[in-house]
């Protein structure tokens, strides 16, 4: 006979940052195993899972929250972006474009490319 009482274990949740979105999902798996928390314990990422299920959220409800997450929106921006007067608000000269790295196609926002007449001041 199977008992419909949930199997209670403790729970103990380690750090990870962006790894901590995958207890979101191993809760709710446990969950539908019949598993339920008894203890939880956690750091970092872990302490905020840990946190969340101890308020009352289930496995369920956290997968549904990450899986709706806006993660663009915590997005680092460049580090002119970070400095008041050099970032977004300044904007380059009109007809400026930007050399890529070398090695890649993407633009270095931080190496201009002369303009039309600077060649020759600035050596190229």
């Known amino acids: 006979m199977i008992s419909a009482e949930p199997k209670r274990v403790n729970m103990v949740f380690e750090a990870g940052g962006v790894k901590g979105i995958a207890l979101a999902g191993a809760v709710a798996t446990l969950e539908e195993r019949g598993f339920a928390p008894e203890y939880l314990a956690g750091a970092s990422a872990g302490a905020i899972v840990a946190a969340l299920l101890g308020a009352g959220y289930t496995g369920a409800e956290l997968k549904e929250i990450i899986m709706n997450m806006p993660f663009k929106k915590f997005r680092d921006t460049d580090w002119e972006d970070r400095v008041p007067i050099v970032g977004s608000h300044v904007a380059p000269r009109e007809g400026r474009e ?18 039309e007449g600077e060649r020759d001041r600035v050596g190229h």
Do not use: E, F, N, V
Not at 104 to 112: M, V
């Open 98 to 115: 930007y050399l890529p790295r070398s090695g890649t196609s993407q633009p270095d926002r931080g190496s201009p490319a002369p303009l």
